[in-house]
């Protein structure tokens, strides 16, 4: 099984450059999110998606744009590169909303912007 | 707002002995908390919840609303304990994560 499936796993950006995150999921999951994790932060939420052509905006979304055209795919954009993006990326994916549900998480991307 | 606060950055203790990993929350409603766990070169996985009151690889926490507590306890460390301990309180794709512990299991 698959899972969650983030790509790429390392990614070295310019400043200003751009470039997507992809994250897939095949377990038929209508809700997915973005968290970055940073040294003494833990994980912060980016964006989320409560299904397809559905999203929302979680603590920190500067910077980041989102958009779900399908169940399976939550890709996230960063127009313009800053070195405050420097963070490792996770992409997560759960079946509900409640309580009693489990958020499935990606690999990780590790992105550093010079 | 929602705050999760986990006071202990790192935490060390010898194999065989108690750990405590604490979990503080302010939420203004009923909170959902859970534990998640993130072993070396693995990805971030569900420890457990409390609506669950499971016990997960002999670890268990006890929500204390008096206290907004959701402390991990363990009565016995393993060295596979050795790993990042995020708490988090949320839901299905929301959640909002403590600043997580290292953990480290002295053989």
């Known amino acids: 099984n698959a899972g969650v499936t983030q790509t790429p796993k390392f990614q070295v950006l310019k400043t200003g450059q751009s470039m997507t995150l992809q994250c897939a999921q095949d377990?038929?999951?209508?809700?997915m999110s973005w968290y970055r994790q940073d040294p003494g932060m833990g994980l912060r939420l980016i964006h989320y998606?409560?299904?397809?052509?559905?999203?929302d905006q979680g603590e920190v979304p500067n910077g980041y744009n989102v958009s779900r055209s399908t169940t399976e795919d939550f890709p996230l954009r960063l127009l313009s590169a800053a070195p405050s993006q420097t963070s490792v990326y996770f992409c997560?994916?759960?079946?509900?909303?409640?309580?009693?549900?489990?958020?499935?998480f990606g690999q990780g991307t590790r992105l550093t912007v010079v | 707002a929602q705050r999760v606060t986990q006071p202990e950055k790192l935490l060390s203790v010898f194999k065989g002995a108690p750990v405590e990993l604490k979990c503080n929350y302010s939420?203004?409603?009923?909170?959902?908390l859970f534990w998640y766990v993130q072993y070396s070169r693995q990805r971030l996985q569900l420890l457990l919840r409390h609506i669950s009151r499971e016990s997960i690889k002999g670890f268990t926490a006890d929500l204390n609303k008096g206290e907004t507590s959701f402390h991990l306890k363990k009565p016995f460390a393993q060295e596979e304990d050795s790993a990042m301990y995020y708490c988090a309180l949320g839901w299905g794709n929301q959640f909002y994560f403590g600043t997580g512990t290292s953990l480290t299991v002295i053989p």
């Open positions: 997560a994916s759960s079946y509900s909303i409640f309580g009693d549900t489990e958020a499935f």
């Open positions: 939420y203004s409603g009923s909170p959902e």
């Open positions: 998606s409560v299904g397809a052509g559905i999203t």
């Open positions: 377990m038929n999951h209508e809700y």
